[in-house]
C-alpha cells in the first residue's frame, strides 16, 4: 500500500510517520501532484495557524489537487479545518470539502484546549472497534460546529464536531499519532478503508 503524507511546509508529520510505521507499513512524504494522486491512502496534517497554512497550499497549488482525490484521504487538526468552508482564524477560505465553517472558542474557556478529552457519538468504519468515550489528544482554539458530516463529538465550552466525514474524506480534530494505541487503532482503520 502506498501511502503518502502530504508535505506543505505545515504540520507533525514526523510523529505520523513513526505512527504509520509502528503498524507495519511505510509513508512517504510529498508535495508531488503525481505522487499524491498515485497514493493508495493519503495523510492532510496541519499545526499552526490557518491562513498561512492556506498560503502554503495555495503556493504549491496543492489547493486544487486535494479536492479532487478519489482515495481515502485523511485530515488531521489543522488538516481537517482547511477541509472545511472557511475558518475564523485569520478570516481564511478553506478547501470546501465539508460544508462548514471553523469558528474559535470564546473567551470563558482556556485556549487552546490542550490535553486529553472524549469523543463520543462515534460513526463511521473509522470507528470500528473504538469504544465510546476514549480519551483523545487535541490541541487547537477554533472548532467545527456539530454538522451533517459529524462523525465523533467532543464537549469543550459546547458540543463540536471532533472527527468528519463526507465520501472518502475524512478529518480528525484530535491527533490519533499522539493518542496512544487507541489513536493508532483508528489511523490502522484509516489505512483499511
Same mark, same amino acid.
Not at 492532510?44 to 484521504?73: C, H, N, R, Y
Not at 488531521?76 to 478553506?94: A, D, V, W
Not at 480534530?173 to 493518542?179: C, I, L, T, Y
Given at each position: ?45 496541519? %499545526? ?95 472548532? %467545527? ?49
Amino acid at each position: 500500500m502506498k501511502i503518502v503524507i502530504i508535505n506543505y511546509g505545515v504540520g507533525n508529520i514526523q510523529s505520523i510517520k513513526f505512527a504509520i510505521e509502528r503498524l507495519g507499513f511505510e509513508a512517504v512524504l510529498s508535495n508531488d501532484w503525481k505522487e499524491i494522486k498515485a497514493a493508495d491512502r493519503v495523510i492532510f496534517p496541519g %499545526v499552526g495557524e490557518a491562513s498561512f497554512a492556506m498560503k502554503m497550499l495555495i503556493d504549491s497549488g496543492l489547493d486544487v489537487l486535494i479536492p479532487t482525490l478519489k482515495q481515502p484521504v485523511l485530515g488531521i487538526c489543522l488538516g481537517m479545518q482547511l477541509m472545511c468552508n472557511k475558518s475564523e482564524e485569520g478570516n481564511t477560505t478553506g478547501l470546501g470539502i465539508f460544508d462548514v465553517d471553523v469558528i474559535k472558542f470564546t473567551p470563558k474557556v482556556k485556549v487552546p484546549q490542550m490535553g486529553w478529552n472524549q469523543i463520543y457519538n462515534l460513526k463511521s468504519l473509522l470507528f470500528k472497534e473504538i469504544n465510546e468515550n476514549e480519551h483523545m489528544y487535541l490541541v487547537h482554539s477554533f472548532y %467545527v460546529p456539530i454538522c451533517l458530516e459529524a462523525i465523533a463529538t467532543t464537549n469543550y465550552e459546547v458540543e463540536y464536531a471532533s472527527a468528519l466525514q463526507k465520501n472518502n474524506f475524512y478529518g480528525t480534530q484530535f491527533h490519533p499519532e499522539k493518542s496512544g494505541d487507541v489513536g493508532e487503532q483508528i489511523l490502522g482503520n484509516f489505512l483499511k478503508l
